[in-house]
């Protein structure tokens, strides 16, 4: 039988039972009686001791530990596993000069709403021309995620007469202190699939300790003998999760650095293959019913959708790019999950999503008709 912990009326019935049975004469369940107050204490201490006891069994265990003490259990695993701290923005931004202009290393680059970039290392042009140069969110976090074309605006640093705009690679790599729940879910993730050099869930591991990687697909011999294709997403800053160039590159860089050596990690950015969707005849066609159908869309999409590849589907292993297309039918429940939906008509897609290799399956335009 299961070990149960007792109320703190439990404990106290038993303090005064234990009263009575070991000093007779004595009735310490009479409310006017000085025992009863001794045996509230008394059982008010056991309850908290007890109480104590069922939050430190807790601790042991990863699924059940407060979020404070992860860290310590992933400092415990071998390789550790530590939490991912928040990241800059990092990536290329073109200079349009109209002068000759200096800019200096550490020039500052404002974007519209604010956020702040220094420039890695300044240049010299002689006269009107293009240039770029890699620059660093001041501040880490997610925020600092810009995608290409946006203007940014000179603060300091600058002699002579110049424009500034993010590259088409963007400036990717940013992320917020990575979640609790995230980090929980790492951990059960590492402990369940230890090293085994260089195992496909060795590089999904790996990859989900790249800041801002929030989910991975792992493609083993997927160009070739001797590599490994990973397909990472960025679900907190990135649309659908799809990743920028600097991204990519972000993590094809900490993938050489600290990923298994037993084989050569190839990144790259699933290819987006928008559904479009009609719905007829939603009852009652509300705008709150329509928002939660939406709402539950981008649920399922999130959670069934995968990238597709060659890889041999193995049950333990979801993660694998292995055959696959995303169901007709998932859509069709998840607008009948809608909070208030009473029917519908899912009249587009009419079929399943084919994909082919490195494809995944993304919400297009959503129509109710």
């Known amino acids: 039988m299961a070990w149960q912990s007792k109320s703190l009326r439990e404990h106290v019935t038993d303090a005064?039972?234990?009263?009575?049975a070991y000093l007779p004469g004595a009735d310490a369940a009479l409310a006017r009686n000085n025992l009863k107050p001794v045996a509230k204490i008394?059982?008010?201490?056991?309850?908290?001791?007890e109480k104590f006891a069922a939050w430190s069994s807790d601790q042991k265990f990863i699924l059940t530990c407060d979020e404070s003490l992860l860290p310590r259990h992933g400092a415990e695993m071998k390789p550790a596993v530590p939490l991912k701290d928040a990241s800059p923005a990092k990536g290329p931004v073109t200079v349009t000069a109209t002068t000759a202009i200096s800019l200096a290393t550490g020039a500052l680059l404002t974007r519209s709403d604010g956020a702040i970039f220094s420039v890695d290392a300044g240049i010299v042009l002689g006269g009107a021309g293009t240039s770029t140069v890699q620059v660093t969110a001041v501040l880490a976090g997610a925020a600092g995620a810009t995608d290409a074309a946006a203007v940014l605006t000179i603060s300091s640093g600058l002699t002579g007469s110049a424009t500034f705009a993010v590259a088409a690679d963007g400036l990717g790599g940013a992320a917020d202190r990575e979640a609790g729940p995230a980090?929980?879910?790492?951990?059960?993730f590492a402990k369940a699939f230890p090293d085994h050099a260089g195992a496909?869930?060795?590089?999904l591991r790996y990859t989900l300790a790249v800041p801002g990687v929030t989910r991975a697909f792992i493609e083993p011999l997927g160009q070739g003998r001797g590599t490994v294709v990973v397909?990472?997403?960025f679900d907190l800053t990135r649309p659908n999760g799809i990743p920028l160039e600097s991204d990519r590159a972000a993590v094809l860089s900490a993938l050489l650095v600290s990923g298994p050596g037993a084989a050569l990690p190839v990144v790259r950015i699933p290819q987006a293959v928008p559904i479009p969707m009609i719905v007829q005849n939603l009852s009652p066609a509300t705008p709150e019913v329509q928002a939660a159908a939406a709402a539950e869309i981008a649920t399922t999409f999130f959670r069934n959708s995968r990238v597709a590849g060659l890889a041999d589907p193995h049950p333990s292993m979801p993660f694998l790019a292995t055959p696959a297309a995303f169901s007709?039918?998932?859509?069709w429940q998840a607008i009948a999950n809608a909070s208030g939906e009473q029917s519908h008509v899912l009249v587009s897609p009419t079929t399943d999503q084919a994909l082919t290799p490195g494809q995944t399956a993304v919400p297009g335009p959503l129509t109710f008709a």
């Open 16 to 20: 005064v039972r234990a009263f009575n």
């Open 42 to 49: 008394i059982g008010g201490a056991k309850f908290e001791l």
């Open 183 to 188: 980090y929980r879910a790492r951990l059960l």
């Open 200 to 203: 496909p869930a060795d590089w």
């Open 231 to 233: 397909y990472p997403f």
């Open 328 to 331: 007709r039918s998932w859509i």
